[in-house]
């Protein structure tokens, strides 16, 4: 089945307007991260979040393990927000997944000015 | 500190010639993936290494495709014989620990078969 599975895959906004992501994971994935990538391919690590709250600026991801998903919330959007956001996790229990990433499909978001 | 280096940025080769990627890691970082992204799809894990091994190769087809991480120098994902279907970008990521946190990756290479 699917091991990570990312919702909703595209989302259009305004400039200015607050949105959530969200991925759900299987049990056989952990360590989840947010990745962004920019329109020119670039992609960039937001969180590393296995559990709990981080914010960063106008970011925040929070993860609940016990549920399986983590959500990424963007506020006051920017069009330099715009480009695929991805969450990723490693396969596997402890330290058996070597750091290999398993990524969701991706949200495409689209921000306009 | 220069983070993950990948080169060539862009890489065009016709159908039956060799594709060479090279990858240098961030400093003091042994662990290194190859990831590789088809149009409009998410990345796909393909091979991890460590200086002079091949750790795990599960995600890289059967043929025509090999890694490497030398001693001395980059990492390098090699294909030969490409076709059509090899057209995607490649990504590189390192990580001091082998673990996902501190994964930092390149630029990626997209590599054009025509």
């Known amino acids: 089945g699917i091991q990570v599975e990312q919702s909703p895959p595209d989302l259009i906004l305004q400039e200015g307007a607050n949105s959530t992501l969200r991925c759900n994971f299987s049990?056989?994935?952990?360590?989840l991260q947010w990745f962004h990538q920019n329109p020119w391919g670039q992609l960039i690590n937001l969180f590393y979040?296995?559990?709990g709250t981080k914010q960063n600026g106008r970011l925040s991801a929070t993860t609940v393990a016990t549920e399986r998903y983590s959500l990424l919330y963007i506020s006051s959007s920017q069009t330099t927000d715009s480009g695929v956001y991805f969450c990723a996790g490693l396969m596997g229990a402890g330290g058996t997944s070597y750091g290999k990433l398993t990524f969701g499909q991706g949200t495409i978001l689209t921000v306009h000015p | 500190n220069a983070g993950v280096m990948q080169n060539p940025r862009h890489l065009v080769r016709r159908r039956g010639q060799e594709a060479r990627l090279r990858c240098s890691p961030m400093?003091?970082?042994?662990?290194v993936y190859w990831y590789r992204q088809l149009p409009e799809e998410g990345l796909k894990f393909m091979v991890y290494l460590q200086k002079e091994n091949i750790i795990d190769e599960s995600g890289m087809p059967k043929e025509r495709f090999s890694a490497e991480f030398p001693k001395e120098g980059p990492s390098i994902l090699r294909i030969q014989q490409v076709v059509r279907g090899d057209s995607a970008a490649y990504f590189c990521?390192?990580?001091?620990?082998?673990?996902?946190?501190?994964?930092?990756f390149g630029s990626g290479t997209r590599l054009t078969v025509v």
């Open positions: 049990d056989s994935v952990n360590n």
């Open positions: 979040i296995p559990s």
């Open positions: 400093k003091g970082h042994s662990h």
């Open positions: 990521a390192s990580s001091l620990t082998g673990t996902a946190d501190g994964y930092t």
